[in-house]
T-cell receptor, first 112, second 112 residues
Framework: KAGVTQTPRYLIKTRGQQVTLSCSPI?????VSWYQQTPGQGLQFLFEYFSETQRNKGNFPGRFSGRQFSNSRSEMNVSTLELGDSALYLCASSPQGSGELFFGEGSRLTVL | QKEVEQNSGPLSVPEGAIASLNCTYS??????FFWYRQYSGKSPELIMFIYSNGDKEDGRFTAQLNKASQYVSLLIRDSQPSDSATYLCAVNPLGSQGNLIFGKGTKLSVKP
């Protein structure tokens, strides 16, 4: 069974730009959640989608948004990038949205 | 503010010893508890979860939960150099599906 796939793996943007990250969950998993990982703050929850509905949202500004498609694939978008948005963005899927998460390899974003 | 606290380490143990990793959480209503392992440069992977007070054993790993004390621990018996990684404690707050609060992790080093 294929794992969680995230694209792109690495990207460099400049302040003010926007970025879209993509995540394909494990086949059959209906829940997709996104986390931001930084050395200082660790893993922080961004949002979780289940069957195309956002069920939970973390404490991030509105510049961070996401969506889920009918095939469970998910995207997250960050607009008006700031230097502090530089981080590893991890997508995780689970069958029903429990805490048993399967993480992708992440998308490493660098904002210059 | 719901929090999960871990000693950042590094925790250094000799090969073959027992490694003991500890975690406390602030939300008394939390229902489920997870331990993830993250190797350097890799994404987190689930190694244990526990929902009820007491001990849960899986091979060399034992998770312990004490809800009254809001305390979770992970014991690794017969530690191996391959166990060297950062161990992340995560808690699923009450009523919050698909949303985990992670501690910042304890770095474990197993010396041959």
């Amino acid at each position: 069974k294929a794992g969680v796939t995230q694209t792109p793996r690495y990207l460099i943007k400049t302040r003010g730009q926007q970025v879209t990250l993509s995540c394909s969950p494990i086949s059959g998993h209906r829940s997709v959640s996104w986390y931001q990982q930084t050395p200082g703050q660790g893993l922080q929850f961004l949002f979780e989608y289940f069957s195309e509905t956002q069920r939970n949202k973390g404490n991030f500004p509105g510049r961070f948004s996401g969506r889920q498609f009918s095939n469970s694939r998910s995207e997250m978008n960050v607009s008006t990038l700031e230097l502090g948005d530089s981080a590893l963005y991890l997508c995780a899927s689970s069958p029903q949205g429990s805490g048993e998460l399967f993480f992708g390899e992440g998308s490493r974003l660098t904002v210059l | 503010q719901k929090e999960v606290e871990q000693n950042s380490g590094p925790l250094s143990v000799p090969e073959g010893a027992i490694a003991s990793l500890n975690c406390t959480y602030s939300d008394r209503g939390s229902q489920s508890f997870f331990w993830y392992r993250q190797y350097s440069g890799k994404s987190p992977e689930l190694i244990m979860f526990i929902y009820s007070n007491g001990d849960k054993e899986d091979g060399r790993f034992t998770a312990q939960l004490n809800k009254a004390s809001q305390y979770v621990s992970l014991l690794i018996r017969d530690s191996q150099p391959s166990d060297s990684a950062t161990y992340l404690c995560a808690v699923n707050p009450l009523g919050s599906q698909g949303n985990l609060i992670f501690g910042k992790g304890t770095k474990l080093s197993v010396k041959p």
